[in-house]
């Protein structure tokens, strides 16, 4: 960085690193079902506060890409069709919170989905000194989340469309190729039921498991993604002003 004007030549202040005061760390969690819009306010937060994201998707398949000893085991799983452990799944995870970027904090979404694989994770971070500071619930009714998915349409290209919140300009049609718009599987009303029947009775315990832990914290997602932002900021902030305290 080019000296200030008017401080050329004078001596760069010592850097005590024994007194820079260590940001304390911000470990949350995201929860909510499906077509919550969870995506769209991770995004918005590891920009706000420079977490990294870990989609428990997206770092299995790093870990298998990368040839990782833990990558490989999950991957005979994978191929052979069959879930993933609990126990792979939070080595992985915790690999990936060992790296620099992970030092002040992340962001986890997708894991973990059930009571026993919350109880595995709470050990599993103790081990290495660390917990979790919060789980931040996005809350959407099942109707809502209908409404939400159900409207989307995509073209031959990929791009996507919503018959009421982002409608083309020509019904059924892209406004980019003028392919027509379908309806996937998993956007269909009886798909996302079944999606939802499994948030409802896999997931949602950890509502009560986290809030008898005072760690829950709830947010309307039927609010405009503005509005839930602004909410989940200020609400990551206390968090970590509490944590300084």
Not at 19 to 44: C, D, F, R, S, W
Not at 54 to 73: F, M, Q, S
């Amino acid at each position: 960085m080019p000296d200030l004007p008017g401080t050329e030549g004078l001596d760069a202040p010592v850097r005590n690193d024994a007194a820079i005061e260590l940001v304390p760390e911000l470990n949350l969690i995201l929860v909510g079902p499906p077509g919550a819009g969870k995506g769209t306010q991770a995004e918005k937060l590891t920009e706000d506060f420079g977490l990294p994201y870990y989609a428990t998707g997206n770092i299995l398949r790093d870990a298998v890409a990368e040839g990782t000893p833990l990558g490989k085991k999950a991957k005979e799983y994978m191929d052979n069709g069959d879930l993933v452990p609990d126990d792979v799944i939070i080595g992985v995870i915790l690999e990936a919170l060992e790296s620099d970027e992970a030092a002040n904090g992340f962001l986890l979404d997708g894991f973990p989905r059930t009571v026993p694989q919350a109880d595995a994770l709470e050990g599993a971070l103790e081990n290495v000194g660390r917990k979790i500071s919060g789980v931040l619930l996005v809350d959407v009714p099942d109707d809502e989340v209908v409404k939400r998915l159900s409207g989307r349409r995509v073209s031959k290209s990929g791009r996507v469309y919503h018959v009421d919140f982002d409608p083309p300009k020509q019904e059924g049609r892209c406004d980019i190729d003028g392919s027509d718009l379908i309806q996937r599987d998993d956007d269909k009303p009886e798909t996302i039921r079944k999606r939802l029947a499994v948030y409802h009775d896999q997931t949602e315990p950890l509502v009560q498991y986290y809030e008898d832990r005072d760690l829950l914290r709830r947010f309307d997602g039927t609010r405009s993604p503005t509005d839930v932002h602004d909410h989940i900021r200020a609400t990551v902030a206390t968090l970590r002003l509490e944590d300084e305290l």
